[in-house]
């Protein structure tokens, strides 16, 4: 989901926490978002691809565009216990 779509999400109280995952896949950081249903959104570009950061803290600062929620950081070694 985009920025927007997020964002949109958040005003209607349906987000509760944010994830920066390590990507294998794509060498960089990822965001996701978990509901309060325990749904997951990922931050994607207009065309649905998975958005990389370079850094946790480039991440950490693209995810307060989105919301002011509880953030996890999940590293390389808890990724793969997933």
Not at 26 to 52: H, M, N, Q
Not at 56 to 72: G, K, M, N, S, T
Request: charged share 25%; hydrophobic share 40%.
């Amino acid at each position: 989901m985009t920025v927007s779509e997020l964002r949109k999400l958040y005003q209607q109280q349906i987000l509760q926490e944010a994830e920066i995952l390590h990507d294998v896949a794509i060498p960089g950081w990822l965001i996701e978002f978990r509901g309060k249903d325990g749904a997951l959104y990922e931050l994607t570009d207009t065309l649905g691809c998975p958005v990389s950061f370079g850094t946790v803290e480039q991440a950490r600062e693209h995810l307060h565009q989105v919301a002011d929620c509880p953030v996890q950081v999940e590293h390389l070694y808890r990724f793969f216990e997933r």
